[in-house]
């Protein structure tokens, strides 16, 4: 560099050109993301955060019932498979475990698993029920009668009603 350019501007200084890009003279430079550009993307990592831990409680309380519902479904078609094999409900003292027992009339189990609700307790089982031969009951999260949300109750009769079903 000689003397005369060392006295122009940086600004001001020619540019030396290699094929097609013009390039200044390298001038140091910090490099990377100041404080605030981080902190900026922190606090809007936090809020999205926020938001999925307050919704997921929800969806989590929502996908069990609707297991429920499901299983429940499952478990009313095995308790008819039962009725149309035996020509009878279960028993209250049989319960639903007797779908899952061997007989000369049944070679394999109507139902595989034990049957559990997806909070973890047995599903209850009436015979007869208040309003057809049978009952099937999820407590819901609270495990006790009635409740609202998670907490209420899920019964193949509310699944019969909603179906269109007697």
Same mark, same amino acid.
């Given at each position: 560099?000689?003397?005369?350019?060392?006295?122009?501007? &940086? $600004?001001?200084?020619? @540019?030396?050109?290699?094929?097609?890009?013009?390039?200044?003279?390298?001038?140091? =430079?910090? *490099?990377?993301?100041?404080l605030?550009?981080?902190?900026?993307?922190?606090?809007?990592?936090?809020?999205?955060?926020?938001?999925?831990?307050?919704?997921?409680?929800?969806?989590?309380?929502?996908?069990?019932?609707?297991?429920?519902?499901?299983?429940?479904?499952?478990?009313?078609?095995?308790?008819?498979?039962? &009725? $149309?094999?035996?020509? @009878?409900?279960?028993?209250?003292?049989?319960?639903?475990?007797?779908?899952?027992? =061997?007989? *000369?009339?049944?070679?394999?189990?109507?139902?595989?698993?034990?049957?559990?609700?997806?909070?973890?307790?047995?599903?209850?089982y009436?015979?007869?029920?208040?309003?057809?031969?049978?009952?099937?009951?999820?407590?819901?999260?609270?495990?006790?009668?009635?409740?609202?949300?998670?907490?209420?109750?899920?019964?193949s009769?509310?699944?019969k009603?909603?179906?269109?079903?007697?």
């Open positions: 560099m000689s003397f005369n350019q060392r006295a122009i501007p &940086y $600004s001001d200084r020619p @540019r030396k050109v290699w094929g097609s890009f013009s390039v200044r003279a390298h001038h140091p =430079r910090a *490099e990377g993301f100041s605030v550009e981080v902190m900026v993307v922190v606090v809007i990592i936090g809020l999205l955060a926020g938001v999925v831990a307050i919704s997921a409680p929800h969806f989590l309380s929502r996908g069990k019932q609707n297991t429920a519902r499901t299983e429940i479904a499952t478990l009313s078609s095995a308790v008819e498979e039962f &009725y $149309s094999i035996h020509g @009878r409900y279960p028993t209250n003292e049989e319960g639903l475990q007797v779908l899952r027992e =061997r007989s *000369e009339s049944v070679p394999e189990p109507l139902i595989t698993q034990d049957p559990i609700d997806p909070w973890g307790r047995p599903y209850q009436n015979s007869p029920g208040r309003d057809a031969a049978y009952e099937i009951v999820c407590l819901g999260g609270d495990g006790r009668e009635g409740g609202d949300g998670a907490d209420g109750d899920i019964s009769l509310n699944l009603q909603r179906q269109g079903g007697p």
